[in-house]
């Protein structure tokens, strides 16, 4: 501002310069005037000699030329140049100004490159669209997206790409659009139709302005989120399949569950058919290996031996399968009574005396005074089940069973034996039903395989315990019955689990 006062306040104008002219001419003609008249009377006044005088006033002309000449000269270097100087610094500025400008040119065009590369590779579409819906501009992405040339897209409705059953909605969404406050974003999602008809979904983001003519242009920017969309349907899709999976899940498990039912009704009823015959074949045939009848000779003695045996070893198992059918079926009568956890297992020991003395095993009930408040049969029944175990498959040595309290609330009887072992192996399969190890006490011991499957059962599901277990190959095994000394009353859930 400073710069450019300076030089309008030394700018000379023509009409300066003539004035200035003038004064300097009026200046002449005064200063000559005066020098003409004054000089020579000056001079004639002096000088007597003609010839002198004539010499004199020419060497005063010729000084009167030089001393003009000079004055001529200081007013011209003083005046015009100094009046051209501001000229010149003006030159310089504008110099300077112009490449200045040339500067910001180059940097704006850079600029505009880089926003133009940006606008048609950047990988969104870019539309500009006029306020009746006409496509002003898009960018090469957007264009190459649709399947279309830029050429193709200009000057032709916006309507034109979006799917044909989409295009009410744009068209309200678009008018919604010019209609929005000014500055403010107005997005959608639609289908869009390629120009091979295929379809692309976008999401588009759409805000109203003016161009530079002031018409209304409304500025989109479009997404592809053709994969999401897909996604999503692909997810309601699986949605759909898997409730439809649910269903018959739901229905095949209540077929199963009533196919259960009708299972476990049909074991229990024909077992008890099956108890009352058997019995009948049991007891007579004690009946006559006692002699009771008659005697008998020792190869009578031995098949009636095998049939006595074969009969008990069917009654056992007609038992096991309808406990195991009642706990499946959920049918376990719940007799909760109170007792001393001592004498229920000196009387399994009872039960298991003879069998350990014939086979010379010693077995120990080690002493225990523990009151216990649960289902004192079913209990019975699985420790009968680990003890007999215990003696079966032990060939020398001994069984003993112990009891001690396990801490909240729970006690847990241990039936360990010095008998043949359970390799790592085999432990998955022990608790299967019908599942008997291989050994070579297999087929000298009579069994069913179903023992520990109810015993762990009933420790589940009727006293709601645990079994677990120890072993080393050849060196026997442990067998941990833990259970809670005071039963909930029918709190134990029941069934289910296999
Ligand atoms: P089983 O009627 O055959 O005795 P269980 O269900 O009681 O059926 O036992 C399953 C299998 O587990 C048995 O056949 C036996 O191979 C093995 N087993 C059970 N208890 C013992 C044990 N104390 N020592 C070694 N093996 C055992």
Redesign the pocket.
Known sequence: MQRSGRISRGAVTPAGLRREAVRIAALYALLGGAWIIYSDRILASLVVDPLLLIRLQTAKGWLYVGVTALLLAWLINRNLLAAARPAAELEDRVAERTAQLEGLNRALRASEDRFRALYEEIPAMYFTVDSSGTVISANLFGAEQLGYSVQELTGRPVLNVFHEEDRQAVQEQFDACLRAPAGEAVSWEFRKRRKDGSILWVREFARATEDAAGNKVVLIVCLDITDGKLADEEIVRLNAELRRHGAELEEANRKLTELDRLKSMFIASTSHELRTPLNSIIGFSSILLDEWIGPLTDEQKENLATVLRAGKHLLALINDIIDISKVEAGQIDRQISEFDLGELLEEAGRECADEAATRGIELRIEPVRLFMHTERRRLYQCVL??V???V???ERGSVVVTAQPSGAGRVTIA?T?T????REE?RPR??EPF?????P??SR???????????RKLAREVLGGEVALA?RPGE??S?FLTIPVRSEEGGIASGGTP
């Open positions: 089940n680990l007999s175990n215990g079966k498959y032990t039936v034996d008998g043949i072992g359970i085999d022990l608790f599942s008997r190890l291989d050994s006490l297999k011991v009579p069994g069913t395989g179903l023992g520990l499957y109810l015993t072993s026997g095994s067998f």
